[in-house]
């Protein structure tokens, strides 16, 4: 199959990745983790309004995610995937590399199932359904955004399965964090947020916007050498002119690495 900008589906072996497959036990939820992402979704909705890109915007709509109920993953599935080949597939957790890099190569996308209690709102260690949809999935309705994550996938998971690739695998992996993790785009003149790092935190957000990290032009050679912490706010950031520009990137990539 072919998707979006036309980018052809590599052969992938999905069996390291069988084992961290679950299902959704959508009727299991209470009415407490209900009620916990509608919160979650109220408080950012306004901030999402103004300062994320018109793309992520867009994508909220179309796969008609529900702002007082945690989200059905394969109603999600069912909207996204005419769009562009992508599935929201439920996983129990952490996946190692291989596992996590074969499902994003193949379209499927790691969505855990639980959600984080009411007395961890501001912040949970690990990602939980509102990190993972809220924050990633709306863009993955976008062609081009679809297609970048799906190459970064297919590389990784190459370079995942060869010890020589470890170290290409961690530039891979900065590449990752500067734009899907946290991305911020250039827009009639305004940065706007679109990374789901940004997109699904309130503190991160307000740095942005307050300007406190430096917001740099998107440079592939600085970012792949460009070290980050997962555990500090962020210091810098690189603005992108349009997802095609990380879609070039993801591309140029494949021919230097591995």
Known sequence: ???????????????????????????????EQ??????????????IKEHAC???????????????????????TKLLEPLTGWNTTPVS???????FFAMLAARRFPTTTYI??????????????FHDVFGHVPLHAHP??????????????RL?????????????????????EFGVIRERGAVKIYGSGLISSQAESDAVIAGVPEIRDFNLDEILDQKFSTSEMQGVLYAIESFDQIYE????????LG
């Open 93 to 99: 957790g952490f996946l190692p590399p291989d596992a």
């Open 144 to 157: 081009v955004l679809a297609d970048f994550l799906q190459h970064c996938g297919a590389v990784c998971a």
């Open 116 to 129: 984080r209690s009411m007395d961890s709102l501001d912040y949970t260690p690990e990602p939980d359904i």
């Open 160 to 180: 995942a399965s060869n010890d020589k690739g470890k170290a290409d695998l961690a530039r891979m992996g900065r590449l990752f964090w500067f734009t899907v």
């Open 54 to 76: 018109a793309e992520y915007l867009d994508g909220f709509e179309k796969i008609r995610l529900a702002k007082d109920r945690l989200p059905n993953l394969s109603a999600v």
């Open 1 to 31: 199959m072919t998707i979006g900008t036309g980018l052809p589906e590599p052969a992938i072996d999905l069996s390291v990745a069988g084992a961290y497959q679950s299902e959704q036990d959508y009727e299991g939820y209470t009415a």
């Open 249 to 256: 990137a993801a591309t140029q990539v494949d021919s230097r």
């Open 34 to 47: 209900h009620a916990t992402w509608a919160e979650l979704v109220r408080r950012r909705m306004p901030q």
